[in-house]
């Protein structure tokens, strides 16, 4: 069964930077496509950024220029480095990823989020 575990969030002040891990783990057959997604109490999951197994990556119009999402396939981790953070970045940010289990069977899971506050 694969997952993924979330680290490194915390309070930082507007304009600072924080960099997220998320660390993919469990017998599977690899590790596909994984993203970071956010939510705010009220509000729905909303797209940060996703990054294909070949790098490919995407992101959301609310963080383009500012975060940056990479991969480390040898060490099954994704990151995410967030620079110029302002207060509406405040949010719980999940870490998901697609795996394809050694039965070939393909699951979407998701982490249990890690918390990001930017506030002065």
């Known amino acids: 069964q694969g997952r993924v575990v979330e680290s490194g969030g915390g309070l930082v002040q507007p304009g600072g930077s924080l960099r997220l891990s998320c660390a993919a783990s469990?017998?599977?057959?690899?590790?596909?496509?994984m993203g970071w997604y956010r939510q705010s109490p009220g509000k729905q999951r909303e797209l940060v950024a996703t990054i294909t197994s070949d790098a490919t990556t995407n992101y959301g119009d609310t963080v383009k220029g500012r975060f940056t999402i990479s991969r480390d396939n040898a060490k099954a981790t994704v990151y995410l480095q967030m620079n110029s953070l302002k207060p509406e970045d405040t949010a719980i940010y999940y870490c998901?990823?697609?795996?394809?289990?050694?039965?070939?069977?393909?699951?979407?899971?998701w982490g249990q989020g890690t918390q990001v506050t930017v506030s002065s």
């Open positions: 998901n990823a697609i795996f394809t289990e050694i039965s070939r069977t393909i699951r979407n899971v």
């Open positions: 469990g017998v599977v057959f690899s590790v596909g496509p």
